[in-house]
């Protein structure tokens, strides 16, 4: 139960926020507003899940995992049904800005949720399958804007975004604590060494080292993520000047390919271990890059981004599994969320940055995508052969005693 609830909330989140990928050059048109001031809206977006996953980390390691899931559930769902009805740009910017609180607050609480819940044999597994039902969120998004674009225009796409507000019920209903998170708690009370401050603590010398080495790895497979996917919809509709079935086509194969390889590299995490799950499809994603970018043929742009699926789109598997392993339970929602989020602060430049350079490009957006992607891969990789392994590490409820490292 737990892990579907966390895997609910990550595929809605990310309904609500790709739907927003996939039609901004209609945004663009409506207000009349460059195509660069849109993509400064998924810019806004991605920085304000710093603050969401902060608040909602310090939350969940204190008062619990659910509460922090459903209310992050309730605000992205409510945001994009506000922005759905904007009357104007600026108040669609806003609610969609906002949106970015409430979904940088589900994933710290809904990972630590999903992993402390499950058994350590199979975490690779199913961390794969949980992160790449962002995959599943996008695949149903690419379908409504291919199905419903032309009959709702991009403001029904919006609204739809409120659904997932009715899974909110279904968690509060069903819905556990994890046991290790409810022991831990009861440790601190007993031994008086609650963390009121858990965001401090993974700043302390004795896990520092961990702490910036998992933000790198975040932040570079951000940038990749937004220059593969972020952008590819737009430089389909502005460079190769697609209709929207034949946009959202590739995407939502891609992204199906995406949430069936995050679960094969899952199982491969539980053999080989996570970096390596994570090292190799990264390569070779990077090899795959050129193939849809300078490429005139629909087949072939089409085809090579389904096959990224497999790689550069599978990359994200091991992000709750490995994330959990790296910190101990006391600061675990906190440091996850905040390593994992802070790397949306530099990926919210992506957008903007590759518009800008796609101006003064003769092939728009192809370059610029590639050099981002492929500088972002091999940061990927390199911080990953300098990263710790943590598999089939047994999660517990004793408290590591940060302090005492000093």
Not at 285 to 297: E, I, K, N, Q, R
Not at 378 to 390: A, G, H, K, N, R
């Amino acid at each position: 139960m737990a892990w579907i609830a966390a895997w609910l909330g990550w595929t809605l989140d990310a309904f609500d926020f790709t739907i927003f990928l996939l039609i901004m050059v209609p945004i663009a048109e409506t207000f009349h507003v460059p195509l660069i001031e849109v993509t400064a809206v998924f810019t806004v977006t991605l920085w304000l899940r710093l603050v969401g996953a902060v608040g909602s980390g310090w939350l969940a390691d204190r008062i619990g995992r659910k509460a922090p899931l459903m209310i992050s559930i309730l605000w992205y769902s409510v945001c994009n049904l506000f922005a759905g009805l904007s009357p104007s740009f600026t108040l669609l910017f806003l609610f969609r800005a906002l949106l970015g609180i409430g979904m940088g607050a589900e994933w710290p609480a809904g990972a630590a949720l999903a992993m402390e819940s499950w058994p350590t044999r199979s975490r690779g597994l199913m961390s794969g399958v949980l992160q790449g039902s962002w995959s599943i969120g996008f695949l149903l998004s690419s379908l409504a804007y291919g199905l419903l674009y032309d009959t709702i225009g991009w403001r029904g796409l919006l609204i739809l975004g409120v659904l997932p507000a009715l899974a909110v019920v279904w968690i509060r209903i069903y819905v556990k604590e994890p046991k290790v998170w409810v022991e831990n708690r009861r440790i601190q009370r007993e031994q008086k060494q609650e963390f009121r401050a858990p965001l401090l603590e993974i700043f302390r010398r004795r896990v520092l080292g961990n702490t910036v080495m998992a933000c790198l790895w975040m932040a570079s497979g951000f940038v990749i993520y937004y220059s593969v996917y972020g952008m590819f919809a737009t430089h389909l509709q502005k460079d190769l000047h697609l209709a929207a079935g034949m946009v959202a086509m590739p995407i939502a194969l891609a992204n199906l390919v995406a949430f069936l390889a995050s679960g094969a590299w899952g199982y491969v995490a539980d053999i080989f271990g996570r970096r390596w799950a994570m090292i190799i499809p990264a390569a070779i994603g990077a090899c795959v890059t050129p193939l849809y970018l300078f490429s005139d043929s629909y087949p072939t742009v089409a085809g090579a981004f389904i096959l990224q699926g497999a790689f550069l789109g599978a990359i994200y598997g091991q992000n709750p599994a490995y994330l959990t392993e790296r910190f101990p339970t006391e600061v675990r929602a906190t440091a996850s969320g905040f390593c994992y989020h802070q790397g949306a602060i530099w990926a919210g430049f992506t957008g903007p940055v590759l518009t800008y350079f796609a101006v003064s490009q003769p092939l728009g957006f192809a370059v610029p995508m590639l050099v981002a992607t492929t500088g972002a891969a091999i940061m990927f990789v390199i911080t990953l052969l300098y990263s710790p392994e943590t598999k089939g590490k047994e999660l517990v409820a004793q408290i590591t005693s940060l302090q005492a490292a000093e």
